[in-house]
């Protein structure tokens, strides 16, 4: 069968299906176009985005993906790789992993080549599609589709069906739901489109139709070419289009050693077992509601397989000292606690980290001075290290690919200080004080963060204070009694992991306060003219890190304000509603303060 009849066979099997006409006859109705007009853009939409497995293009796509990743040493804990080839005997695998690099798809494609499981039909963004590699690319199974359907009813019904089709196939799938690269390193919002494409056609399929299952996946790179651009992006820079030119000096930047890249995967998710949970969760059989909820369980399940690399914990430690240099032994006693503690919530790390001894941090140290994120000056009495000049983006996105972990403990610290700061003349005691403090800062990164159930949180919030200070929750802490601890802390991580997201947030909540509230709302302007503010507010030292002037940061910022009504328009009401933003903030940057001061105290 030659491609042409492939393409044909899947199109008209589409067409041919019960499911097509009703669909057909919705659109119809929908649209008030003829019927011979909806089948010839149902056809173009199909043939457009249909794929199929084909051997020999698919080794000629391995040994392709095989010498674009040459940059790396593929590190795969198989451990669960058994279980989930047993599973897609049964069932349709849908790999959801998160999306840091290009070369992601080909990575994951090479961790599963040799443990029984057939091709991922892959989805991939349509400006992607350069030929001739679009030819082979269909032919080993990737799906071009396109990013944006607005205005157009017949593709995403074509998409639902072509996915639904797929599944009686009982083909595996695979697509990155962040809808884009991670640009700060941390796992991004998901994109609900194609879920919901997935569950519709789950659904239509019927109660009789095998289930699928959904399987997290986590990859992570010691080192990425694409960062230095990615954190140009995220300064306000202008993202390269994808080309013929682009693709090639992309893979010939592949030919340096960049360490590993660490594949991990997460508990499959039943996609029948997941929507009733969520449904039963949400009380409704609206998919509007339940689909974000599988969403956010399978980003939970992603950041808890990932694993913690030593370029990770060296960002970390290097990352917002006041632009200081540091010796060795300086560096192992920032980590040395931080390992400690990770070692102690026993926190999956890979396999080479080994920062506890000198010799294991400065192999650690030598392939980030190698990439250039990290400067050796070895000039003096002994080498000291650094972040290099206009790196810190670049090292942050290593770094931010764990704040995750460390997301209870930096709120916890934040709430602490503001608790202490509202003195013993407050409403509530000083353990009350703090949980409601923590869960307003909560609230103010709950678009930047997966965070756990109201109950779930307190639970973990008690776990940490445990940690850092045990049996506080049950003695009458004073507001001195806690800066005391706080000062007596060796491990502060509240101005790492989130410094510069409140910060970033701040300088927007104030420009926002200065915008007309009767006037429409430019959202593009308004972070424009925030990162300017914020570049000038770093020259003049007033911010503490350049992380913050971040468009992808900033943007948070504007579905908080959304989600508080803040966006208008309005009158005198909205101003000082946006004014309670901004002091909300200010607060919490005030205290972000307070800890870097007592972290650097020494």
């Known amino acids: 069968m030659n491609d042409t009849d492939h393409e044909r066979r899947a199109v008209e099997l589409v067409m041919g299906s019960a499911q097509y006409a009703e669909t057909l006859a919705a659109l119809v109705e929908r649209t008030d176009r003829t019927e011979a007009d909806l089948m010839a853009d149902s056809r173009t939409a199909l043939s457009e985005m249909s794929a199929y497995v084909d051997e020999s293009a698919s080794r000629v796509w391995d040994r392709m993906g095989r010498w674009l990743t040459r940059s790396y040493e593929l590190d795969v804990d198989t451990s669960r790789l058994a279980e989930l080839a047993e599973l897609g005997r049964r069932h349709s695998l849908v790999f959801l992993p998160n ?5 992601d798809p080909l990575v994951l494609r090479a961790a599963t080549t040799g443990h029984g499981f057939p091709s991922n039909y892959t989805l991939g963004g349509i400006n992607l599609a350069m030929w001739p590699l679009s030819e082979l690319g269909k032919r080993s199974g990737l799906i071009f589709i396109r990013r944006s359907t607005r205005d157009d009813p017949v593709y995403p019904a074509m998409l639902r069906l072509y996915l639904g089709f797929l599944l009686r196939q009982h083909a595996n799938l695979e697509w990155y739901f962040e809808g884009g690269r991670t640009r700060t390193g941390k796992l991004r919002p998901p994109r609900m489109g194609v879920l919901r494409y997935l569950v519709d056609a789950f659904q239509a399929n019927g109660d009789d139709a095998d289930d699928a299952y959904l399987v997290p996946v986590s990859i992570v790179y010691d080192q990425q070419h694409e960062v230095s651009a990615l954190s140009r992006e995220e300064s306000g820079g202008t993202k390269a289009p994808e080309s013929l030119t682009w693709l090639y000096r992309f893979a010939r930047a592949q030919g340096r050693r960049r360490g590993r890249v660490h594949v991990r995967f997460g508990p499959p998710l039943s996609l029948r077992g997941a929507l009733a949970d969520a449904g039963s969760r949400a009380a409704t059989d609206d998919l509007t509601a339940v689909v974000p909820r599988v969403a956010f369980e399978v980003a939970h399940r992603i950041n808890d397989a990932t694993p913690i690399t030593p370029s990770a914990l060296v960002a970390f430690g290097l990352l917002d000292n006041d632009g200081r240099a540091m010796t060795l032994a300086e560096t192992l006693g920032v980590l040395e606690p931080l390992v400690d503690y990770v070692r102690r919530r ?29 400067v050796e000056y070895a000039g003096g009495l002994e080498p000291v290290y650094a972040i290099a000049p206009d790196r810190q983006h670049e090292a942050a996105f290593y770094r931010n690919t764990v704040t995750h972990y460390f997301i209870d403990r930096a709120i916890l610290e934040v709430a602490l200080v503001q608790a202490a700061e509202a003195g013993p003349d407050a409403e509530d005691d000083v353990v009350t004080a703090t949980w409601k403090r923590a869960l307003a800062i909560r609230d103010l990164l709950k678009y930047e963060f997966f965070f756990a159930t109201k109950r779930e949180f307190d639970t973990q919030l008690r776990y940490e204070t445990d940690l850092m200070m045990p049996g506080w929750a049950e003695a009458s802490a004073t507001p001195n009694d806690i800066i005391e601890q ?52 770093w020259l003049q030292q007033e911010l503490h890190s350049p992380e913050s002037i971040s468009k992808d940061l900033m943007g948070g910022v504007l579905k908080l304000a959304g989600n508080r009504d803040l966006l208008g328009p309005g009158g005198d009401e909205l101003r000082q509603s946006r004014q309670r933003l901004a002091d909300e903030l200010a607060a919490a940057v005030d205290a972000i303060a307070v800890l870097r001061s007592l972290a650097l105290k020494d």
């Open 486 to 537: 706080l000062s007596t802390s060796h491990l502060l991580l509240a101005h790492r992991v989130i410094g510069p997201f409140l910060e970033a947030y701040s300088v927007v909540a104030d420009r926002l306060v200065t915008r007309e509230p009767a006037a429409p709302l430019d959202g593009d302007g308004l972070i424009s003219e925030s990162l300017g503010v914020a570049h000038q507010r």
């Open 346 to 374: 026993q926190l999956p790390l890979t396999a080479d980290v080994d920062l506890g001894r000198p010799a294991g941090l400065r192999k650690a140290l030598a392939t980030l001075v190698r990439e250039g994120v990290v």
């Open 99 to 103: 999306h840091r690099s290009y070369l």
